[in-house]
Nanobody
């Protein structure tokens, strides 16, 4: 299983980014996918999830209305659209999935929002 995030960077407050997570080594279409983030000096926190086939989504209260999770099963890719970025969104963003008892993480992509 391999998860590779990309799309992070330095953006001004109010800007937007689209993060991507390329998945391989498992049947992507079968599994729920998640985005997490780790703010400086904080524990990693769950951000959003998307269902495998129904594409139902769920979000942490702190990001509702600004973050949109989506997936392209044909490309085995997970996305996170982040709008109206705030300095407090500065974090490393990770994609995640659980296959049975095993949990997998990407290496993360850094998002830095300047005020």
């Amino acid at each position: 299983v391999q998860l590779v995030e990309s799309g992070g960077g330095l953006v001004p407050s109010g800007g937007s980014l689209r993060l991507s997570c390329a998945a391989s080594g498992f049947t992507f279409t079968t599994y729920i996918m998640n985005w997490y983030r780790q703010l400086p000096g904080k524990e990693r926190e769950w951000v959003a999830a998307i269902g495998s086939s129904d594409h139902n989504t769920d979000y942490a209260d702190s990001v509702k209305g600004r973050f949109t999770i989506s997936r392209d099963n044909a490309k085995n890719t997970l996305y996170l659209q982040i709008n109206s970025l705030k300095p407090e969104d500065t974090a490393i963003y990770y994609c995640n999935t659980r296959l049975g008892w095993a949990e997998y993480w990407g290496q993360g992509t850094q998002v830095t929002v300047s005020s």
